[in-house]
């Protein structure tokens, strides 16, 4: 049975976006990846998607999504990024992924978003091990 992931932040515009792009290009399509907002926004974070394009990921394209509560209760992890989206369901194992956030240290911009995607793609990268062993 194929693993499968739903990642959520807030507007699902940027970090889950990358996460899910990150993991499909990591996985191929040996893991089933999913993303979601809390309180989904209108578009992708125009530095999120130049940031992923460096790594010749395109995410575009993706229309932001609320959370689906029938996805949500089938997944077999669901992953928050950052300390502000929460996903609150009975019987759903929610790990938090307290991403690096550059702008604490003054850090924004493009540079900002290269340091989120880098931190995101460690952890991808050992969830995808995690998943596929």
């Given at each position: 049975m194929?693993?499968?992931?739903?990642f959520?932040?807030?507007?699902?515009?940027?970090?889950s976006?990358?996460?899910?792009?990150?993991?499909?290009?990591?996985?191929?399509?040996?893991?089933?990846?999913?993303?979601?907002?809390?309180r989904?926004?209108?578009?992708?974070?125009?530095?999120?998607?130049?940031?992923?394009?460096?790594?010749?990921?395109?995410?575009?394209?993706?229309?932001?999504?609320?959370?689906?509560?029938?996805?949500?209760?089938?997944?077999?992890?669901?992953?928050?990024?950052?300390?502000?989206?929460?996903v609150?369901?009975?019987?759903?194992?929610?790990?938090?992924?307290?991403?690096?956030e550059?702008?604490?240290?003054?850090?924004?911009?493009?540079?900002?978003?290269r340091?989120?995607?880098?931190?995101?793609?460690a952890?991808?990268?050992?969830?995808?091990?995690?998943?596929?062993?």
């Amino acid at each position: 049975m194929t693993p499968s992931v739903l990642f959520v932040c807030v507007k699902n515009g940027g970090k889950s976006v990358m996460a899910e792009g990150l993991l499909r290009q990591a996985a191929g399509d040996t893991i089933e990846v999913h993303s979601a907002g809390t309180r989904p926004g209108t578009a992708v974070n125009t530095l999120s998607a130049q940031a992923l394009a460096e790594v010749g990921i395109d995410i575009t394209d993706h229309v932001p999504v609320g959370i689906d509560p029938v996805l949500l209760a089938r997944v077999d992890k669901v992953i928050t990024l950052g300390r502000e989206a929460v996903v609150d369901a009975a019987g759903v194992n929610v790990i938090n992924w307290d991403t690096d956030e550059p702008s604490e240290r003054g850090i924004d911009g493009i540079e900002r978003m290269r340091l989120v995607r880098d931190d995101i793609t460690a952890r991808v990268r050992n969830l995808s091990t995690e998943l596929t062993q």
